[in-house]
């Protein structure tokens, strides 16, 4: 079964500060992965989706990279604002409509 | 972009009585959905998978009795929570794969029950 883990599980940065969430999954035959951002009490805001096929996806100052064959997926946040304070999840599909989501990284960017 | 739209955010209910949840894709047309649970400071939960026209999916330990799924068009899926007890507290959140391959999102729903 696929296990899905992100690291750190919090991280608190001064605002302005570059960051980088972490995220490995066992199996790496996947279809795609999928970061997104959860505030408390609301539901999961997608960031970034990246195909099996791709190594990268950005969207303004948020990247995040794949690497399958390693198991292992990164979220990039630049100059970091405390607009970006949130739990961030990353999820992996492994079939048709199975989606496997780590237990998070809750970040605060301090003022 | 995709739309999945919840309702309600928020209900609070009598023990012994039954919930609907909503889930609704705004702006596509969803012949899968699927329902999570979150436990606070946990990640999400797959309780069922809500197929059209079809029996949902249900994922063990999850009792199919309790938590109804009716998924009666292309874009309303609905999960009851039958007989609610204080242990079924909780948040629940609805999804629908979009067209491009990702997943949707519905704003969730804060489940009390007392």
């Known amino acids: 079964k696929q296990e899905v883990t992100q690291i750190p599980a919090a991280l608190s940065v001064p605002e302005g500060e570059n960051l980088v969430l972490n995220c490995s999954f066992t199996?790496?035959?996947?279809?795609?992965l999928q970061w997104f951002r959860q505030d408390p009490g609301k539901g999961l805001t997608s960031l970034l989706l990246?195909?099996?096929?791709?190594r990268e996806q950005t969207s303004g100052r948020l990247n995040a990279s794949l690497d399958k064959s390693s198991g292992r997926s990164t979220l990039y946040i630049a100059a970091s604002q405390p607009g970006d304070s949130a739990t961030y999840l990353c999820a992996v599909r492994t079939g048709a409509n199975n989606l496997f989501f780590g237990t998070g990284t809750r970040l605060t960017v301090i003022p | 972009g995709a739309v999945v739209s919840q309702h309600p955010s928020r209900v609070i209910c009598k023990s012994g009585t039954s919930v609907k949840i909503e889930c609704r894709s705004l702006d596509f047309q969803a012949t899968t959905m699927f329902w999570y649970r979150q436990f606070p400071k946990q990640s999400l939960m797959l309780m069922a998978t809500s197929n059209e026209g079809s029996k949902a999916t249900y994922e063990q330990g999850v009792e199919k009795d309790k938590f109804l799924i009716n998924h009666a068009s292309l874009t309303l899926s609905t999960l009851t929570v039958t007989s609610a007890h204080p242990e079924d507290s909780s948040f629940y959140i609805c999804s629908a794969r979009d067209s491009g391959n990702g997943y949707t999102f519905g704003s969730g729903t804060r489940l009390t029950v007392v």
């Open positions: 990246i195909q099996s096929s791709q």
């Open positions: 199996d790496s035959a996947i279809y795609n």
